[in-house]
């Protein structure tokens, strides 16, 4: 049962006592004590924090093979965790090690319902409870990793902010989702922003949101009256990033890590299918240090930004809100991993994954 789990030394105490209420009735995935045991809990970090990655899947994950490429000789510098939203799904015990014995309990989720944010929250809660864990990535089974595991744990560690995009909707989109009668007074019309629900947080900002109960609500009781309206709450693309926004605005990068193509403006980023890739993609997406280009607005203010197609223009400040992707003043890579990739481009990402990716 949730109360049994045993959080290790060092967690704040209301962290502990909280993630008792953010766990489901167990299902069989995990024994209760497994996630003190060695096993569960990962390999034993030789320096550093380790990362928690994340897995908000539906149930199987089909790149894992990729994966384990990527995790491959760094055991001790990250730990697993997947969140299954089939119903009953479990990996069979000759499934890659890496995923095996790496299931918290999951529950049903629904796109554009409170579900997805309750899975994410249910992943940290169970993520924090052990304090080797310093950074927290979540992705789905479509995510792969566009770079080398030291590329990706250096990017995040050498900053102490969180990657979540943050930003207003410049079409009004998504004040369409706020409701004043609901969000008021705990969430102005000024500070509902939107971005993209895959992050990667620093433990401060993971715990935060396993404590956080006042927003969780407010996004809930908004969500409940969609619902009963028939219209969709998305409130993954919200509730975490107006919370660390209004919390520790300083913290948060504003940009996302995460590449989703929203350019063609569909409810779904585009897919990469085995005809869709070739070198020339990953050295663009890799080499991109503007997000904008990807968003779902983007043709509509292209001209707004015509100095990412035209590089002989000037260049206006590195800013986030100029659609650089900058941390304290330097410009980065914007991104680490991507989405979303069908499985057919599985055997071309493992057969040249060293000179694409890194790995």
């Known amino acids: 049962m949730p109360g049994d789990l ?12 909280l993630v008792s209420l953010l766990l489901p009735p167990h299902s069989g995935v995990i024994p209760a004590t497994d996630i003190s045991d060695p096993l569960w809990r990962s390999r034993r970090a030789d320096a550093g924090g380790r990362i928690a990655f994340m897995f908000l899947t539906r149930g199987p994950l089909p790149l894992a093979p990729l994966w384990e490429k990527f995790f491959q000789g760094h055991e001790g510098r990250y730990a697993v965790y997947v969140h299954a939203s089939q119903p009953n799904f479990t990996f069979p015990s000759n499934f890659s090690p890496v995923f095996v014995d790496r299931q918290i309990p999951g529950g049903k989720v629904e796109w ?35 770079w080398s595991f030291d590329y990706v744990y250096n990017y995040i560690a050498s900053t102490h902010i969180s990657f979540v995009e943050a930003h207003t909707d410049p079409f009004d989109e998504a004040f369409g989702r706020y409701l004043p009668d609901i969000h008021m007074p705990a969430i102005r019309r000024k500070d509902f922003l939107k971005g993209s629900q895959w992050f990667v947080l620093q433990r401060r900002h ?3 949101v396993v404590q956080d109960t006042e927003h969780y609500l407010v996004h809930s009781k908004s969500c409940q009256w969609r619902a009963q309206h028939s219209k969709y709450c998305c409130s993954d693309e919200h509730y975490l990033q107006i919370l660390l ?20 403006w569909r409810f779904h980023p585009e897919t990469y299918y085995s005809h869709n890739m070739t070198d020339a993609l990953f050295k663009t997406i890799k080499s991109t240090k ?10 509509k203010f292209k001209n707004r930004y015509s100095y990412i197609e035209h590089p002989k223009k000037p260049q206006p400040a590195p800013t986030v809100e100029n659609g650089f992707c900058a941390v304290e003043g330097t410009v980065r890579n914007c991104f680490l991993f991507a989405r979303k990739f069908h499985v057919s481009s599985l055997p071309y990402l493992l057969k040249n994954s060293q000179h694409v990716l890194g790995f």
Not at 120 to 141: I, W
Not at 290 to 299: E, G, M, S
Request: aromatic share 12%.
């Open 6 to 17: 045993l959080p290790s030394a060092g967690v704040p105490a209301v962290v502990s006592r």
């Open 245 to 264: 926004a209004l919390k520790d605005p300083a913290g948060i990068s504003r940009f996302p890590v995460t590449l989703a193509d929203w350019s063609q």
């Open 112 to 146: 554009g319902r409170m579900s997805v944010v309750a899975a994410e929250r249910r992943l940290l809660a169970y993520a924090v409870t052990d304090k080797r864990n310093e950074y927290f990535v979540l992705v789905s089974e479509s995510c792969i990793p566009l």
């Open 290 to 299: 503007h997000f904008i280009q990807y968003r779902y607005y983007w043709k």
């Open 206 to 208: 993971a715990e935060l």
